[in-house]
């Protein structure tokens, strides 16, 4: 159990186009889902937290207007990088976290990740 | 001082041993903690999670600890080289809405 899936596992772009990556909690309902982005050689970075129904929680520093977060259902959060640049380009991952009893929901279980390259 | 913090490494050890990869934390009011495999190019993976001081095992790994002296430990036993990765501490702050804390991961290399 606890599968979570991002989809596309990685996308190539050019710089000003707008790129829509998808995370999806497929056997339990992810009250929250936090999006992150990792540089080689360097740590998790969060990005925002996501909860159903509400707009996203950004994390300082990340533009809210350039990474368009939305959270329709207990099973979908997508991220919008608009207008993505070279700079952009990195490993975006999300991850979710259930409704179950206070323990389990604590715990985050990851999507496997959405490389992007923008050329 | 760091939130949470790993030694970076990498720590070497030989096939079959025990490695020991330790983290401390600054919130002493922190009450959820979680250890992550992450291998190079993947997202992380859950290994296990501990809530209470002490030891908690599964399988070849068992995790501790120590809420007193603000530190959490994880022991990979019968090392093998497929164990090799970088292994991330996660601890859920007080006042931090829920959100993970990650270290910057201890790089563990099991040489045959």
């Known amino acids: 159990g606890a599968v979570v899936s991002q989809h596309p596992s990685w996308v190539i772009c050019k710089s000003g186009t707008s790129v829509k990556i998808e995370c999806r909690s497929l056997?339990?309902?992810?009250?929250?889902m936090f999006w992150y982005r990792q540089f080689p050689k360097q740590s998790l970075m969060l990005m925002a937290t996501?909860?159903?129904?509400?707009?996203?929680?950004?994390e300082q520093g990340v533009e809210k207007d350039k990474f368009l977060i939305n959270h329709a259902s207990l099973t979908l959060s997508t991220l919008t990088v608009t207008s993505a640049h070279p700079e952009d380009s990195s490993f975006y991952i999300c991850?979710?976290?259930?409704?179950?009893?206070?323990?389990?929901?604590?715990?985050?279980?990851f999507g496997p990740g959405t490389r992007l390259t923008v050329l | 001082q760091k939130e949470v913090e790993q030694n970076s490494g990498p720590l070497s050890v030989p096939e079959g041993a025990i490695a020991s990869l330790n983290c401390t934390y600054s919130?002493?009011?922190?009450?959820?903690f979680f250890w992550y495999r992450q291998y190079s190019g993947k997202s992380p993976e859950l290994i296990m999670s501990?809530?209470?001081?002490g030891d908690k095992e599964d399988g070849r790994f068992t995790a501790q600890l120590n809420k007193a002296s603000q530190y959490v430990s994880l022991l990979i036993r019968d090392s093998q080289p497929s164990d090799s990765a970088t292994y991330l501490c996660?601890?859920?702050?007080?006042?931090?809405?829920?959100?993970?804390?990650f270290g910057t991961g201890t790089q563990l290399k099991v040489e045959l």
């Open positions: 991850s979710a976290r259930g409704r179950e009893a206070v323990k389990v929901a604590d715990t985050q279980y």
């Open positions: 056997d339990f309902q992810a009250t929250t």
């Open positions: 996501s909860n159903e129904g509400s707009k996203a929680t950004y």
């Open positions: 919130d002493r009011g922190s009450q959820s």
């Open positions: 501990i809530y209470s001081n």
């Open positions: 996660a601890v859920i702050l007080t006042g931090g809405g829920n959100k993970l804390t």
